[in-house]
C-alpha cells in the first residue's frame, strides 16, 4: 500500500498499489475512522501512568473490565460499499492490537519455518557424545576405585603361599589318599610337557601372551550375554583373571567380585612375568574331584604324574577347569572327553600342535585308572586329617603321614560290605553298613565308614552313634563275674516287670533255669536284665567305660538291652581285651608323620590303660563267647580252624544290626542299618552282620599262623563243664552245642541277704 500526498497540511490518501489512478483508493480526513471502532482519543486529555503504576489524575474514564470482543481494530478500513479491505487480526486479551506490521510479520513467521543449518544433527551428537562419554568414564573409575578401596593395599598384597599337602600311606608304604587345599604337590612348568601349558591356553586363553591382565574383545562379549540374560552367566575371564579369582577372591559370580578380579589381574601381570603366571595357574586351578593342581588331578585321573601326561590326557585336563563339577571324567568320562576333542581342534588351529599329534591324540583318548586304594580308603583319609593337627600342629609345609591301614584288608572290608548289600540289602530294607578291624594292640587294620564314599563321606565308623543292642551284654556278663557268679551261674529266664516296663526275648520264649553262657549265647533279655538289677547299672557303665566305651551311657536298667549310642570304632576298642588277654587299647591308625624331607614329626610311643581284665575272667569269657558262634545266634559268623568269640546285637524294631568278633590276632565289629533310624526288614546281627564279618575274617587270617583264645579253648559241652572221663549220668547225651533240658546240679551255698535277695525277687540263684 502507498500514501499519496506529502505536502505539509495536505490530505494523505493511501493507495492500495503504487498506481495513483488506481480505481480503489480511497481518500479519507483526519477525522474519518473505521466503522465500529472507537472514538479517538485527545492526546492531551490523559496522561500515561508513571513507572510505579499511577492512574492519571482528573477526569477519568471509568474502568472497563475488559474490551469489547468484537470492537475492531483502530487501522481498520473499510470501503466505501462496506467491504472490509483491512487484514483481520484476532484482539489481544485485556488490551490494544499489534500493529499490521507486525500481524504481517507472524503471519509470515509461521508459514515460512526456519532452516536448520547444515551439519546441527551431526554436531549435536558429537557434543552430547562427548559429554555422555566423560560422564561414563567418570562413573566407571569411581565404580572401579570404589571397589578397589576394598581390597588391601597393592604394596602389601602377596600371592599366598601354597597350602601344604598331605600324602597319607597304608602300613607298607603305599599311597591310600591324598588330603589338603591343594591335594598335590607343586610342579615347576619347566618339568611338564610343552604341549600341557599350550592346552590350557589353546582353550581358556588364545591372546595370553599378548594381553595385559584383560581381554576386551572376551570381556565385550561376555558384557553382552549378561546384559541379554539380565545375570552372570558369561565370566571372560583370561588366565591371569582366573588365577587372581583362585589366590584371593571367593566364587561368587558378581560385578562386584568380577572389578576385583580385574584389579587383581592388572597387578599380576605388573607383578610377575607370563610364565610365572602359567606356573602358578596350572598349580592352584581346581579340577574336581577334590583335586587342586595339575599333579593331584594327573594322579587322581590317570594315575601318574603330570610330568608324563599324553597329549590326549594334557588336553582332558585342560577341558576340565571350564567346569570341573560337570566335566571330572569321574562323574561324565564322555564329556570329559569330548570336551578334550575341543581342546585338541583349538590347538591345531592355533598352530601349538601339527595335525598329527592331533589325529593320533584324538584316535586314542585319554581314559581313567582305577586307584590303587580301594574307594573306602576316603573314610580313613577323613579320619586322618582330623586328628593330625592335635599331633603335629598346625601344618607348615607337606607331610607324608604312614597308617596302621593294611591296603588288602581294606579292599577286603570294602567288598564284604558292599558285595553283601548289593546282594542281600534291598531284601532286608538295609540301606548303610560300617566296619571296624583292629589287631590286638589297637591299631586300626581296616576301616569302611559306609558302602560308598563317593555317594556320602559320612563316616558311619567313627561318627556316628547307633543303639549296640545284645552286643552290649559282654560288659553285663563280665561285671556280673567280677561281682562272683561264673558262667554255670543259674538264673531264670521268666517274665519280669519293672515299673511299667516288661523287658522280653526276641522270641518271646522263656526257658526257665538257665546257666549264663546259656543265657548269652542264646541273647536272653530278660537274664540280663536281672544282671543289671543285681550288679547295679553304675557297676556295668565303669566296666564298659574300663573297656574303651567313651560315648555316654545311661546308668539305668535298659542298659542290659544295649539302648545307650555307641560307635563301631568303640564296640571293636572294647572288645579287643578279650582277644589279647586283658588289655586296654586306645585304637590308633596315625603311626607316623614326616616332612617332606624325611624329618620325622611324630612317632607313635607309649602304651594304652594297661590290664582292664584279670585273666581268669578273660578265659570265662572267651568261654562263654565261643559259644554264641558254636550254638548261639551267631552261627553265621563261622571261621573254620580258628577259636573265635563273639556277640550279636539287634536293637528295637529292627533297626541296628550288629556283630563284634575277634580271634587271638583280630577284633572286627559290623553294623548295619538305615542313616535315618527306620526300621529294617527283619535285619539281625545273626544274618547279614555276621555274614559280613566272617567272610572278612577270612581273608585277614589267610596265610598267618593259628592261635588260640587267651584262656584256652572253650569247654567241651555246652553252658557247663562236663566231669573228668565222660559226661554226667544224670543227663541225656548232648549233642555239642544244643541246649540241655536241665541244668546240672550246683553246690550248695550258704544263705545270705544277698542271695535270699536275688532268689526271691529276681528268681536267680547261684
Known sequence: MAWKGNGEGERREPMLDARPDSRFDIRLDANDRAAGAPPRLDRNSE?????????????????????????????????PDGYDMSARREPVRGGGGKSTKGASKAARTQKAPRRRKRGSFLWFFIKWG?????WAVLVVGGVVAYEASKLPPM???????????????????????????????AVPLREVPAYLPKAFIAIEDRRFYDHMGLDPQGLARAMAANLVSRRVRQGGSTLTQQLAKNLFLTQERTYSRKIQELVLALWL???????????????????????????????????????????????????????????????????????????????????????????AALSRPAVLVRPAAPDSSGY???????????????????????????ASLQGAAQSALTDTLAKSGGKYGVGQGALVSLD???????????????????????????????????????????????????????????????????????????????????????????????????????????????????????????TSEVSVLEMAAAYTPFANGGIGVIPYVIDNVKAANGKVLYARAGQGPGRVIAPEYVGEMNRMMQEVLVAGTGRRAELPGW??????????????????????????????????????????????????????MKVAHQGIPVAELPGGGRAPGFGFPFPQGGQPDDLPPAVVGSIPQQAPPQQQEPMTLDRWFVDTFLGGRR
Request: charged residues 25%; positive net charge; without cysteine.
Open 269 to 359: 601381570e605388573q607383578k610377575f612375568t607370563k610364565n610365572e603366571i602359567l606356573d602358578l595357574y596350572i598349580n592352584r586351578v581346581y579340577f574336581g574331584a577334590g583335586a587342586y593342581g595339575v599333579e593331584a588331578a594327573a594322579q587322581r585321573y590317570f594315575g601318574k604324574s603330570a610330568r608324563n601326561v599324553t597329549l590326549a590326557e594334557a588336553a582332558m585336563l585342560a577341558g576340565i577347569v571350564n567346569a570341573p563339577s560337570r566335566l571330572a571324567p569321574t562323574r561324565n568320562l564322555k564329556a570329559a572327553q569330548d570336551r578334550a576333542a575341543l581342546v585338541l581342534a583349538a590347538m591345531r588351529e592355533q598352530g601349538l600342535i601339527t595335525p598329527d599329534m592331533a589325529a
Open 440 to 562: 590286638t594292640d589297637g591299631a586300626v587294620k581296616a576301616l569302611v565308614g559306609g558302602k560308598s564314599y563317593e555317594e556320602s563321606q559320612y563316616n558311619r565308623a567313627v561318627v556316628a552313634r547307633r543303639q549296640p543292642g545284645s552286643s552290649f551284654k559282654p560288659f553285663i556278663y563280665l561285671t556280673a563275674l567280677e561281682h562272683g557268679l561264673t558262667p554255670d551261674t543259674v538264673r531264670e529266664d521268666a517274665p519280669i516287670q519293672l515299673k511299667g516296663w516288661r523287658p522280653e526275648n526276641s522270641t518271646h520264649d522263656y526257658r526257665g533255669p538257665v546257666t549264663l553262657q546259656q543265657a548269652l549265647a542264646l541273647s536272653l533279655n530278660t537274664v540280663s536284665v536281672r544282671l543289671v538289677l543285681e550288679v547295679g547299672p553304675k557297676a556295668v557303665v565303669a566296666t564298659a567305660k574300663r573297656l574303651g566305651i567313651t560315648s555316654n551311657l545311661d546308668p539305668n536298667p535298659s542298659i542290659a538291652l544295649g
Open 130 to 134: 562427548f559429554v555422555l562419554g566423560v
Open 380 to 406: 580313613v583319609a577323613d579320619w586322618v586329617m582330623d586328628q593330625l593337627d592335635s599331633y603335629v600342629g598346625e601344618l607348615s609345609g607337606d607331610v607324608i603321614v604312614r597308617t596302621t591301614i593294611d
Open 47 to 79: 496522561r500515561k501512568p508513571d513507572r510505579k503504576g499511577e492512574r492519571p489524575a482528573g477526569n477519568r474514564a471509568e474502568p472497563r473490565l475488559s474490551e469489547p470482543r468484537d470492537a475492531a481494530p483502530a487501522d481498520h478500513v473499510s470501503s
Open 155 to 185: 604394596q602389601t598384597l602377596m600371592v599366598p603361599k601354597r597350602p601344604p599337602t598331605v600324602m597319607i600311606q597304608a602300613a607298607d608304604g603305599k599311597p591310600l589318599a591324598t588330603r589338603g587345599d591343594m591335594g598335590g604337590a
Open 643 to 696: 577259636q573265635a568269640g563273639g556277640k550279636t546285637g539287634t536293637s528295637q524294631d529292627y533297626r541296628d544290626a550288629w556283630f563284634v568278633g575277634y580271634t587271638a590276632r583280630y577284633v572286627t565289629a559290623v553294623w548295619l542299618g538305615n542313616d535315618d533310624s527306620s526300621p529294617t526288614k527283619k535285619a539281625s546281627g545273626a544274618n547279614l552282620p555276621a555274614e559280613i564279618w566272617s567272610r572278612y
